[in-house]
């Protein structure tokens, strides 16, 4: 059995202040959820306060990016030994804004999966297709491209231990869900590609959260898909109410 995965990824959005005040609402909300593991990943100048406040709750902490190297001359980099540090568990590698506006290429993700591994951090590591490679009937070509590019060069028991999120671009933040079909055919494609690469056991094993405008009001419709694990929840996680609603499925 899969334990469904609910993360919140907040982008750049709250500050330290308000990031404690969300974790003090939002904690009472989900306390008991023990359906699926609850995750929260602020911007990294809020991940102390996240840590402190969440400490004690069953919601769990991490950023949304990290250098692959482990010290060095990078200005303005963070890597996965300071993130572990602090006791943030969980990473978001190659997310599409990344992918789009920062540079992020399949072999940057891997470099950035396999650092999140050694310091023992989860990596919840994005693919998805744009609008125009749906449309023209490559998706499974650019799934299976990302799926090459970024993981398949790992040891089996390091890609056991982490988590995909499939978001096709064209989904994020345009309220565009994918139907519940067209994300479980697209789990289903990746989870083939793991089973190609890495077995039947790490496949079926191996949690894949769908991402792109999940709300309260289509959670329940995505979660019935055996195919989808969790979710990556881009704006309904910034509300408690909405994010707790999410959480309860
Ligand atoms: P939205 O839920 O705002 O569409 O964002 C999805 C996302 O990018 C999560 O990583």
């Known amino acids: 059995m899969r334990k469904p995965v609910i993360a919140g990824n907040?982008?750049?959005?709250?500050?330290a202040a308000e990031t404690q005040s969300f974790l003090k609402t939002f904690a009472p909300l989900v306390a008991g959820v023990n359906k699926a593991e609850v995750v929260v990943c602020p911007p990294f100048v809020n991940l102390p306060a996240a840590v402190e406040s969440?400490?004690?709750?069953n919601i769990e902490i991490g950023a949304q990016d990290v250098y692959w190297l482990k010290e060095g001359a990078y200005t303005g980099e963070v890597s996965a030994p300071m993130l572990s540090a602090i006791d943030c568990r969980w990473v978001?590698?190659?997310?599409?804004e990344?992918?789009?506006?920062?540079?992020?290429?399949?072999?940057?993700?891997?470099?950035?999966?396999?650092?999140?591994?050694?310091?023992?951090?989860?990596p919840i590591v994005c693919v998805g297709e744009r609008l125009e490679q749906r449309e023209g009937g490559t998706t499974t070509a650019v799934l299976s491209a990302q799926f090459s590019g970024g993981l398949a060069a790992l040891a089996p028991e390091q890609f056991a231990r982490l988590v995909i999120a499939y978001e096709p671009v064209w989904a994020?933040?345009?309220?565009?869900?994918?139907?519940?079909?067209?994300?479980?055919?697209?789990?289903?494609?990746?989870?083939?590609?793991?089973?190609?690469?890495?077995?039947?056991?790490?496949?079926?094993?191996?949690?894949?959260?769908?991402?792109?405008?999940?709300?309260?009001?289509?959670?329940?419709?995505?979660?019935?898909?055996?195919?989808?694990?969790?979710?990556?929840?881009?704006g309904a996680s910034l509300d408690p109410a909405s994010f707790a609603s999410i959480v309860h499925y």
């Open 10 to 15: 907040w982008k750049m959005y709250k500050t």
């Open 172 to 234: 994020i933040g345009t309220g565009k869900t994918a139907t519940p079909e067209i994300a479980a055919e697209a789990h289903a494609f990746i989870r083939d590609q793991i089973r190609g690469k890495f077995g039947a056991d790490i496949a079926e094993s191996c949690r894949i959260l769908y991402g792109g405008s999940v709300k309260p009001d289509n959670i329940k419709a995505l979660m019935a898909q055996p195919e989808l694990d969790g979710a990556l929840v881009g």
């Open 54 to 57: 969440a400490r004690g709750t």
């Open 98 to 122: 990344r992918r789009q506006y920062f540079g992020e290429t399949d072999e940057t993700v891997l470099k950035k999966t396999i650092a999140a591994l050694d310091a023992g951090l989860t």
């Open 92 to 96: 978001i590698v190659g997310h599409s």
